[in-house]
């Protein structure tokens, strides 16, 4: 098992910046990729950016790419998402992601979940 535990978060107006934290415990080893997903209130779970722990790689969902930042340290197993010129259309639940499968973006390919922190964008 793998325990995600999440941080950071909070309210913020328009044009602002957050950043939220998590960090890995348990059985990191069988971890490659880890992910940033987010919920709005009456929307599906969508990616938001990933980055494997063996390459560095990163990729991010396209309404938030060049305003996010995925950045990871694998010795401390630990994962950032820096989150800059935010807009209220980023507001929903924010959760860490682990996965066993390569730089997916799919949300059934996460086998382990934080329990997510609220990030809310005022106008």
């Known amino acids: 098992q793998v325990q995600l535990v999440e941080s950071g978060g909070g309210f913020v107006q328009a044009g602002g910046s957050l950043r939220l934290s998590c960090a890995a415990s348990?059985?990191?080893?069988?971890?490659?990729?880890m992910g940033w997903f987010r919920q709005a209130p009456g929307k599906e779970r969508e990616f938001v950016a990933g980055?494997?722990?063996?390459?560095?790689?990163?990729y991010y969902a396209e309404s938030v790419k060049g305003r996010f930042t995925i950045s990871g340290d694998n010795a401390q197993k630990s994962v950032v998402l820096q989150m800059n010129s935010l807009k209220p259309e980023d507001t929903a639940l924010y959760y860490c992601?682990?996965?066993?499968?390569?730089?997916?973006?799919?949300?059934?390919?996460?086998?382990?979940w934080g329990q997510g922190t609220q990030v809310t964008v005022s106008s």
């Open positions: 980055i494997s722990w063996i390459s560095s790689s990163t």
């Open positions: 348990g059985r990191t080893f069988s971890v490659y990729t």
């Open positions: 992601a682990a996965s066993r499968q390569r730089l997916t973006r799919n949300v059934k390919d996460y086998d382990y």
